[in-house]
């Protein structure tokens, strides 16, 4: 069974960078699928943030891509999200999923505030 | 990036009940349209795939259809675990978008 748990701060202040890890268990990151990382606002608004392919290439939303980088440590079987100059409309509870988002984690909440 | 609108943002509905939420896409995706329910406690469950074949798990009374711009999620019979949040999402072109969601509420 492919699962997957989010970690890292819960606060992060403005202007710093927000970096939280998916540790995968269940399935060898490096053997397929997309892994992802998807945001939920406060209020219901979702927002699909990027990828980390299989073999290691990325894809980013447009409205993120100077901000953002997603990595991987293969031996470890986790991929990072790193989201630079945060601002308090970066409040949002964090998600990664994998495969066409068949798989997903619990979700962590992360708050920017000062 | 495409637009999303599903409808409606609030559904009061009663077990048993038969409820249809819909999504409208702003071009055609080709029936790249999937759907998920988030629980109260945050906890995401994807539903259904390419517009209309179910997870694996996920109970018959869950089906979707749909073509072009317009896809729609039906539950034919509520059950008390299916009140919770539903959300369209389409995988047919980047940026991948989600749906502004539908809380379907005990009435």
């Known amino acids: 069974e492919i699962q997957l748990q989010e970690s890292g701060p819960g606060l992060v202040k403005p202007s710093q960078s927000l970096s939280l890890t998916c540790s995968v268990t269940g399935y060898t990151i490096t053997s397929g699928y997309d892994w992802s990382w998807i945001r939920k606002f406060p209020g219901i608004k979702m927002e699909w943030m990027g990828y980390?392919?299989?073999?290691?290439?990325?894809n980013y939303n447009p409205s993120l891509k100077i901000r953002i980088s997603i990595t991987r440590d293969t031996s470890k079987n986790q991929f990072f999200l790193q989201l630079n100059s945060v601002t308090t409309e970066d409040t949002a509870t964090y998600y990664c999923?994998?495969?066409?988002?068949?798989?997903w984690g619990q979700g962590v909440m992360v708050t920017v505030s000062s | 990036d495409i637009q999303m609108t599903q409808s409606p943002s609030s559904l009061p509905a009663s077990l048993g009940e038969r409820v249809t939420i819909s999504c409208r896409t702003s071009?055609?995706?080709?029936?790249?349209l999937n759907w998920y329910q988030q629980k109260p406690d945050g906890t995401i469950k994807p539903l259904i795939f390419y517009t209309s074949n179910l997870q694996s798990g996920v109970p018959s009374r869950f089906s979707g259809s749909g073509s072009g711009t317009d896809y729609s999620l039906t539950i034919s019979s509520l059950e008390p675990e299916d009140f919770a949040m539903y959300y369209c999402?389409?995988?047919?072109?980047?940026?991948?978008?989600f749906g502004g969601g539908t809380k379907l509420e005990l009435k």
């Open positions: 071009q055609g995706i080709s029936n790249n």
């Open positions: 980390i392919s299989y073999s290691g290439s990325t």
């Open positions: 999402q389409q995988d047919a072109s980047f940026p991948w978008t």
């Open positions: 999923a994998g495969g066409s988002f068949d798989y």
